[in-house]
């Protein structure tokens, strides 16, 4: 440990309490033979560790912590993550003050070891009463761009993207809902690292680049959910992409059945996307090999395997921004890609909050109050006219989608029950009337609150969550 990192051990042991000082590091660095050096805001303890040789692991070996309290130090959390396996680097944000920031990034030596830290300490209970959070951490090479203009191909954005960036290996283009021919406003650009995306971002984001005499929207995109190949390997469900709208459920389990008949248990679809349930596995394998690309209603579709995703996870933490340790309950399946990320709020996992990889989106709003001098001027307006990330409640955006979309307003039902114990739980069922004679009639989530508030809040995420983008 080096002279100014001692100094900076020394800066930090003022505000701990006890559980961390400047010995305890120096001993847990004598004791496993990792350095420990401290920059731009972080502490990086390894990387790589002792007797290393080649280059670091790949990607894929690094797991987000998150929830972690903030006087817990490495002496207390190496220990706890050297359980799943050999640590290459351990990397704990920190603050000026020497406390941390709440989150740290733990790189393995192999995969399976962060799959390992991922299911035996997910939800681990590191303090009475405090869970921490730990999910796969990835790089991200891919950007969003958004107010493209509609009639525009994927060939000519990937051309123009190659034009004005370097590293380009891929574009993503959805049709739009409603006209096949016509884009949906925004792609997702990949790059072939994430330093070519960050230069990318840097040069795209002032705001005053254009493309074809439009301003362009940049961001991050939001990280692909990561599943574990053994948990793909017992999913028979599909998911099914640009169907046409008038598509009926009915009409998709008949193209479906025709490769074998009976092999489909149900269809779910929403708006122009479903998910397509099988009885069997190599039944839904072989109907994605057969079927992918195949026209239904003069729609060409694309079909994968469904990535399995924890959505009590995926409400909590967009609803209180942390992780809850009961949340191995309900798994539903879902394609994040389809929804328009910048549009319906921030991002709804943990990492793509915190993944340390980048800086927050520059289209959030600074949530604080400043001061109304007598005499500020004011203009009217419709809380229509302002955009998206204005918004921070799921409630707000679900009555922003519906005008966007020319529906009337959603329509809110609250039903009561009361626990064993006796508390009075709410939860809302929402009605969108402008598709309620379709395949989905109302929207319900299939959890309780105690709050008025968190009902309504839930029942607006959970329906979000259903309807699909723009």
Known sequence: MNEENIDGTNGCSKV?????????LLAL????????????????????????????????????VGKIPRDMYEDELVPVFERAGKIYEFRLMMEFSGENRGYAFVMYTTKEEAQLAIRILNNYEIRPGKFIGVCVSLDNCRLFIGAIPKEKKKEEILDEMKKVTEGVVDVIVYPSATDKTKNRGFAFVEYESHRAAAMARRKLIPGTFQLWGHTIQVDWADPEKEVDEETMQRVKVLYVRNLMISTTEET???????FKPGAVERVKKLRDYAFVHFFNRDDAVSAMSVMNGKCIDGASIEVTL???????????????????????????????EESYPKTLGKPLTLPARLN???????????????????????????????????????????????????????????????????????????????????????????????TLEDAKELAAQFTLLHLGPF
């Open 306 to 336: 469904a990535k399995p995703v924890n959505k009590e996870n995926t409400w909590r933490q967009h609803l209180n921004g942390q992780i809850s340790p009961n949340s191995e309950n309900l798994i539903v399946f879902a394609n994040k």
């Open 29 to 64: 660095m004598e004791k496993t033979g990792y350095n420990m050096v401290q920059e731009n805001g972080q502490r990086k303890f390894g990387g790589p560790p002792p007797g290393w040789e080649g280059p670091p692991p790949p990607r894929g070996c690094e797991v987000f």
């Open 16 to 24: 701990r309490t006890g559980t961390q000082n400047e010995a305890a």
């Open 356 to 450: 340390g990889q980048h800086s927050p989106s520059p289209t959030e709003i600074e949530r604080c109050a400043y001061p109304f001098y007598p005499g500020t001027k004011l203009t009217p307006i419709s809380m229509y006219s302002l955009k998206s990330n204005h918004f921070n409640s799921a409630v707000m955006h679900l009555d922003y989608y519906c005008n966007k979309n020319n529906w009337a307003p959603p329509e809110y039902y609250l039903y009561s029950t009361t626990s064993q114990d006796g508390k009075v739980l709410l939860v809302y069922k929402i009605v969108i009337p402008a598709i309620a004679n379709g395949s989905q009639s109302y929207f319900m989530p299939d959890k309780l609150c105690t």
């Open 252 to 258: 998709i389990k008949a193209e479906f059945n025709k």
